[in-house]
């Protein structure tokens, strides 16, 4: 195994470059990447940017450039559900480009020629993940809708709810790593921690959150991951 651990912005993958053994750094198309030992696990760590394009972009060459055979996202949310709060967390099930629409010809969501408008997370990471989550705090499993968009008013995320009525959380790249994966073969998992309630406070709220509880969750959840994985193989 070697896995590539993206998350969009620093403070969520706060710790864990400092955490590599024997690092290697290469930069390539405008991003880091840190490779190396992670707790035993062979692992590349990477910022993607913020945006479905910038993530597709960066699972790309971590599978062709970087030859990793598995993805982790990890990164922060805002909340699409009334019973999933601020710091709890979401390990995705299934995601969604909630800004994909090329209807009459296909349905709302669907993305052409894959028939498909949900891709699903590889069950066993998801499982590893959802199981380190909950050492650390409340885990929800479900769905997670990702578009170019900050959904920082509460009309945005009404209407998204309206048409997506179990979404858990929404963010910026997830569904993008989810169909680069599906496309190349690769095994997934994108894990979220709630910093908003993509409400009229959003802004404010994940600018609070991102600078104070994200980065602990995301090395903590992460370290138990790759320890855990390492005992169950
Ligand atoms: N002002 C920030 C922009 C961050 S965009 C900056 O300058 O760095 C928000 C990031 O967090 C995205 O990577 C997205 O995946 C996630 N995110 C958190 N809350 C979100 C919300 N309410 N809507 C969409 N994405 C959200």
Redesign the pocket.
Known sequence: MRLGIIS??AEEQHGLIEALESPYKLVHGMREYTGGKLWEIDAVCVLSR?GKVAAAMTASILVEKFGVTHIVFT????SGDKNVKVGDIVVAEELVQHDFDASPLFPQFEIPLTGLSRFATDTGLTEQLAAAAAQTTRVHRGMIASGD????KLAQIQALKAALPDLLA????GAAVAQVCFELGIPFAVIRTI??N?NDD??VD??HFIKTVASRYAFDVIERFCREHVRSV
């Open positions: 969009a912005l913020i990164g922060v949310a805002g968009q900050f959904i920082g929404v963010e910026m790249e910093s908003d993509a959003a802004a994940f600018m």
